[in-house]
């Protein structure tokens, strides 16, 4: 069947590490893909869009890598801060007909 | 200001009742989404409109029934309630092949 998995529903790191997170999907060809924070209680944020033409993205503290051939992208946040813990969802419109599909989220806890 | 806001915030109703959900946004966005959340917090897409016209329409049991009066607004109404329908609905908003932008979510909880 047709899925985003990411690579674990919990990780926690030290705080100053870099966090890395997973998204793998299988059956598609997306042009783009995202990557959204969530804490609780709230809605998703969209932190990073990654094109398929392009290799890395980066915004601060932030990067993404998309891999097309391996059908992944990693999400990275280097010098972590206990405040970047969140739930980070990637995800992805296969088609470009606005039926996103996300990931299964990754959550993240920085450790002062 | 908000730009992508939903009432109400918090719903707790018995099965078999009908509720409706509401949604606005201010910031011009052609496509408004549907959205609910479960408890596993797994996100899944419902509903999709652009410019007031239904494009996505995802396996979602006929009970629930979307409108969109206009492009900044997009309501949700939800027929004889089950149990199963207990989740966060969230709404989102996008132009075309951009981000989506999410309103804070509707609790629902059926009793």
């Not at chain 1, 899925?3 to 998204?23: P, W």
């Not at chain 1, 915004?59 to 405040?83: C, G, M, N, W, Y």
């Not at chain 2, 309501?75 to 932008?101: K, M, P």
């Amino acid at each position: 069947s047709q899925k985003i998995e990411q690579n674990s529903e919990a990780l926690n790191i030290q705080e100053g590490k870099t966090a890395t997170l997973t998204c793998n999907y299988t059956n598609y060809s997306p042009a783009y893909l995202q990557w959204y924070r969530q804490d609780p209680g709230r809605g998703p944020v969209f932190l990073l869009l990654i094109r398929e033409n392009e290799k890395e993205k980066r915004k601060e503290r932030l990067k993404v890598t998309f891999d097309t051939t391996l059908k992944q992208s990693l999400f990275h946040i280097t010098a972590s801060q206990p405040a970047d813990s969140a739930t980070y969802l990637c995800a992805l419109d296969p088609s470009g007909t606005y039926k996103y599909i996300f990931g299964t989220g990754t959550r993240l806890k920085v450790l002062a | 200001d908000t730009a992508v806001s939903q009432t109400p915030k918090y719903l707790v109703t018995q099965m078999g009742n009908d509720k409706s959900i509401k949604c606005e946004q201010n910031l011009g966005h052609d496509t408004m989404y549907w959205y609910k959340q479960d408890s596993k917090k797994f996100l899944k897409i419902m509903f999709s409109y652009n410019n007031k016209e239904l494009i996505i329409n995802e396996t979602v049991p006929n009970r629930f029934s979307p409108k969109s009066p206009d492009k900044a607004h997009l309501n949700l109404h939800i027929n004889s309630l089950e149990l199963g329908d207990s989740a966060v609905y969230f709404c989102a908003s996008s132009n075309r092949w951009e981000t989506q932008y999410f309103g804070p979510g509707t609790r629902l909880l059926v009793l």
